[in-house]
């Protein structure tokens, strides 16, 4: 018997070197190119945090959230409250990056909103005899965060010696701004070929705003179905609570056998791919 444990342990222990290892420089990449990727996204939104920190956040956000879900299933019988906790921890450990994606979106929101009015006051600081490089200044000057700070890297890009066409398509790489690709190209084809600056700002300005009653009209006729995906993604983790409260005995067996485990990461797997599948139909391309 002795034997064949200490075999099992070799065994393990070469199958560990064997793949662990050859996988060791490829997971070690993928973790940097993670950390730089999140770094990137920081800086283009001026939150300036040190990738240590970082770290140091998403690890005690996994402890403290698994150790609360702990707490709260701790009634419940095992291995509930383990897998809990686990998916506590887990939801912790990507919670910060989840925030970043959150405020990423939000930020390129803000800057949709603000770029009309500061497309206007470009226009009529080029009217009153401004160059285009006076106009992002006063832009600067004139508005607030976010436009204000993704200008004001243009216009530190340009005194640096960086082209300023360069400058604004590397504005427009940041943001992903249709409409603001479309001014940087209108600005970049009138510059090379001479014509009104002002006035091809004024007719994207003109077209930004049709976009954007469109948008509002789609918006609320897709109301309804964003709201059914929340409802049906919802609907069974509600009803397993109700089902636990009426009849604890049937609901431990998702989580106290084999079987019930399977079939409740096949419910949580199928609810999830519905819920991104109704919101993806709901997603109206325009």
Same mark, same amino acid.
């Given at each position: 018997m002795l034997l064949i444990l200490i075999m099992a342990f070799l065994a393990v222990v070469v199958g560990f070197y064997l793949v662990y290892v050859p996988m060791k420089s490829g997971l070690n990449a993928a973790a940097e190119?993670?950390?730089?990727?999140?770094?990137?996204?920081?800086?283009?939104?001026?939150?300036?945090?040190?990738?240590?920190? +970082?770290?140091? @956040?998403? &690890?005690?956000?996994?402890?403290? #959230? $698994? /150790?609360? %879900?702990?707490?709260?299933?701790?009634?419940?019988?095992?291995?509930?409250?383990?897998?809990?906790?686990?998916a506590g921890a887990l939801f912790g450990f990507y919670a910060p990056e989840m925030l970043i994606a959150y405020l990423k979106k939000k930020r390129r929101k803000q800057f949709a909103e603000q770029l009309t009015d500061g497309l206007v006051l470009m226009a009529n600081g080029l009217r009153s005899g401004f160059s285009l490089q006076q106009a992002?200044?006063?832009?600067?000057?004139?508005?607030?965060?976010?436009?204000?700070?993704?200008?004001?890297?243009?216009?530190?890009?340009?005194?640096?010696?960086?082209?300023?066409?360069?400058?604004?398509?590397?504005?427009?790489?940041?943001?992903?701004?249709?409409?603001?690709? +479309?001014?940087? @190209?209108? &600005?970049?084809?009138?510059?090379? #070929? $001479? /014509?009104? %600056?002002?006035?091809i700002f004024?007719?994207?300005?003109?077209?930004?705003?049709?976009?954007?009653?469109?948008?509002?009209?789609?918006?609320?006729?897709?109301?309804?179905?964003?709201?059914?995906a929340l409802v049906v993604g919802l609907l069974p983790y509600v009803f397993g609570i109700m089902l636990y409260k009426i009849q604890p005995s049937l609901m431990r067996l998702m989580w106290t056998t084999i079987p019930g485990f399977f079939a409740l990461v096949l419910v949580i797997v199928l609810d999830v791919v519905g819920y991104f599948w109704v919101r993806k139909v709901a997603d109206v391309k325009y």
């Open positions: 190119k993670r950390k730089q990727s999140v770094a990137k996204q920081l800086d283009s939104m001026f939150i300036f945090i040190p990738l240590e920190q +970082l770290g140091t @956040i998403k &690890i005690i956000g996994a402890v403290v #959230l $698994g /150790g609360v %879900v702990f707490l709260l299933c701790f009634n419940m019988a095992e291995p509930a409250p383990y897998i809990c906790a686990g992002i200044e006063m832009l600067v000057e004139e508005t607030k965060p976010p436009i204000s700070q993704e200008f004001e890297l243009v216009l530190s890009e340009f005194k640096m010696g960086v082209d300023l066409d360069k400058a604004l398509r590397n504005c427009v790489a940041r943001t992903r701004d249709a409409d603001l690709e +479309l001014a940087v @190209i209108a &600005i970049s084809i009138t510059r090379q #070929l $001479g /014509g009104n %600056v002002a006035e004024d007719r994207i300005v003109t077209m930004v705003r049709a976009r954007k009653i469109l948008e509002g009209k789609v918006g609320s006729l897709t109301a309804q179905g964003r709201l059914q």
